[in-house]
């Protein structure tokens, strides 16, 4: 089986990198984790680890070259078989009758039909890696029985995680042998969910050899993350199409660490992204992981915490049922998770809460006057979508807004990208998706994007990454009702605005009241990074804004 071994995703906005190194020539054999190529981004120096094992077969960039993102670096001969590198295969014929060989779980049945060899393996699907510490999720919903026929990229699963509800896609076509689970079924991130019986061939292929020493299981191709499609595939010959899996640590966040030391994290349970390394560029040794241990070890002995993890005190309910009939549902994933998050954010942020209100009588009328016009562009105008520009620019005049504070290493860290959380409550409880570079924007595109994630979330449709790299969040509860509420920052934002609804009331102006628009604001922040005059300066920004518009361009 040959496989193109391809760049990686490096990070957000990283689509080339220099090859500085290719340590391995024509003809070498690699193992899985071996690096196979250094290179340079603009923001590190990374190793580059193999996902297979095999002989090199040909190496496609050279030293000094730059590599895009998904271009080929090398091909392997990943075959299960021995290496044959310089020899040829005797010829073996193969009887004309079925001939069938089993080793393990994996079952393959060749036949010889007009020069043609056909292959049929039985592929067993396992639950993907859903993201970042994600470990288990459950079945919402199984979308196939046996006997059915599915293709690649067809919806075979929902599943539902701690943090959001992912449509599952098969890798794989054929046909549903055995489906091992169903509705409302809690498995294991790499356990088994069907098996599919999958086939491929291959004109004029030599004949594999028969003999029963010679026989050798196809490889099984390794899961993929269901929310993000690495753009890199195995070209294999005779078998099931399958994706490539580097380690989570290089597809989401480039880690400057060799493999062995990321490897040495993993095995004592260390979290490489949490460690700072004392090498050149903050490259991470053996030693950061073992004084990262050491230190998390004496905060539990000591029985502190270092903004990682918080102890919440267990509350020891009574037996209700004494005093009459109750019902007891288990709670959600979503629903626990956003209890276990904001519970945390609670007890570790010190939160304070403003209040004011905006005249957005004037707003108002742009806002129906203009309507119509977002809608023909396929959004909708809404004071959400409004206040999403407002608030991206008033995070840029105060820059205070769009930071997090790491207590463990006494830093701030000030973004300079403005990506805006919006809250939308669903039937399953309270999610949160991220509108990505609102300042980069303009109404009318976040109009429509909004109403994309609004219909997203509550269609079950939100991927993990749908819902992180937040600066801010807005929870709008205008449309239900109330006046002011006390919102729960977003841990680690240090921000979160609260609408409520709008009402006419009078106000004094000119020697006379006047019916006006106003709607209640409720600005919550996080203590230790903004005091109480910057938390006010950047409400009443926002209400001028809201009742001045021309004052987007003036200052934001």
Aim: net charge negative.
């Amino acid at each position: 089986m040959i496989v193109d071994f391809r760049l990686p995703h490096l990070g957000d906005g990283i689509e080339a990198a220099d090859v500085i190194k290719i340590p391995l020539k024509v003809g070498d054999k690699i193992e899985v984790d071996q690096v196979v190529v250094e290179i340079e981004t603009d923001k590190a120096t990374v190793e580059v680890p193999s996902d297979v094992s095999g002989i090199v077969k040909e190496i496609f960039v050279k030293e000094g070259t730059k590599a895009k993102v998904g271009e080929p670096i090398i091909s392997v001969d990943a075959s299960t078989e021995q290496s044959t590198v310089g020899k040829e295969k005797p010829e073996v014929k193969i009887d004309k009758k079925d001939e069938k060989k089993q080793k393990g779980d994996d079952k393959i049945i060749e036949k010889e039909i007009s020069n043609e060899t056909k292959v049929i393996s039985d592929y067993k699907f396992k639950i993907p890696m859903l993201g970042e510490n994600i470990t288990s999720a459950q079945i919402t919903k199984v979308l196939i029985k046996s006997g059915d026929k599915i293709e690649t990229d067809q919806i075979v699963l929902e599943i539902e995680t701690d943090k959001a509800t992912v449509e599952v896609p098969s890798e794989v076509s054929g046909t549903v042998k055995e489906v091992t689970v169903k509705d409302g079924d809690k498995v294991d991130v790499g356990s088994v969910a069907f098996t599919v019986e999958t086939s491929s061939q291959g004109v004029d292929k030599p004949a594999v050899s028969a003999q029963p020493e010679e026989n050798k299981t196809v490889a099984e191709p390794k899961p993929v993350s269901a929310p993000e499609k690495i753009p890199f595939q195995k070209v294999g010959h005779s078998h099931a199409p399958s994706v490539i899996n580097l380690p989570k640590d290089i597809i989401q966040v480039v880690v400057p660490a060799a493999p062995s030391v990321r490897r040495f994290a993993r095995e004592i349970g260390v979290d490489v992204h949490k460690v700072r390394g004392s090498g050149a560029h903050g490259r991470i040794s053996f030693e950061d992981i073992k004084t990262y241990a050491k230190n998390l070890n004496e905060q539990i002995q000591k029985g502190g915490f270092s903004g990682g993890s918080v102890g919440i005190v267990k509350e020891i309910l009574p037996d209700f049922s004494k005093w009459g009939e109750i019902e007891i549902q288990p709670m959600s994933n979503i629903r626990r998770k956003t209890a276990e998050h904001l519970s945390f954010a609670w007890a570790t942020v010190p939160h304070v809460t403003q209040f004011d209100k905006a005249d957005i009588t004037e707003l108002e009328k742009i806002r129906k006057q203009f309507g119509k016009q977002v809608e023909a562009a396929g959004g909708k105008l809404t004071v959400t979508s409004i206040l999403l520009k407002v608030l991206a620019s008033a995070i840029k005049v105060f820059p205070q807004f769009n930071s997090s504070v790491d207590m463990e290493k006494n830093e701030i860290i000030y973004k300079k990208f403005v990506n805006i959380g919006v809250a939308v409550d669903t039937d399953r409880g309270l999610l949160v998706p991220v509108i990505r570079d609102v300042d980069k924007k303009n109404i009318i595109e976040l109009s429509k994007e909004l109403q994309e994630f609004s219909k997203k979330a509550r269609d079950k449709k939100l991927s993990p990454d749908d819902m992180t790299g937040g600066c801010f969040t807005i929870s709008n509860l205008g449309g239900i009702g109330g006046t002011y509420f006390t919102p729960i920052v977003n841990s680690p934002e240090v921000a979160i605005m609260g609408v409520s609804r709008s009402s006419y009331e009078p106000v004094y102006a000119d020697g006379k009241f006047e019916p006006r628009l106003m709607m209640p604001l409720s600005l919550s922040y996080d203590h230790r990074m903004i005091d109480g005059a910057d938390g006010i300066r950047f409400l009443r920004w926002v209400v001028n804004a809201l009742e001045n518009p021309f004052l987007l361009s003036l200052e934001g």
